[in-house]
């Protein structure tokens, strides 16, 4: 569903999180499938869910509205994170992929120490 070049964009601090792999920069469509394996790894599948209050498209452009909720598999802590997501396709394929989640609950969840880093 990517395109081969893709404008990624995720809202975490430039330097990412140590606690979190999957956050780095990406372009390709072989590294955005490599994203969703990380996260896919890190996280107890049967545990995954989400839901989407608003979906709202103006043309080639749609924001996604909603939650995401995960339970992380090295730590057992369940967490709901509220996000964002701007897409844009073009010709069928996603070409932008712009991600604007609650980054600190995620964090926190996969940190060995509980409470944060």
Known sequence: MFA????????????????????RPRSTRAEV??????IADCHVPEKAAGSASRILVDGADAVVLGDIRQTVKATGRP???LCALHLTVEDGLITRY????????????????????
């Open 4 to 23: 081969e070049d893709v404008d990624w964009v995720l809202n975490w601090p430039v330097g990412g999180h140590p606690a979190v792999p999957w956050i």
């Open 33 to 38: 499938a490599d994203h969703f394996r990380a």
């Open 79 to 81: 967490y709901t994170a």
């Open 98 to 117: 712009a991600v604007y989640e609650d980054s600190l609950t995620v964090a926190e969840a996969l940190s060995e120490r509980p409470g944060g880093s």
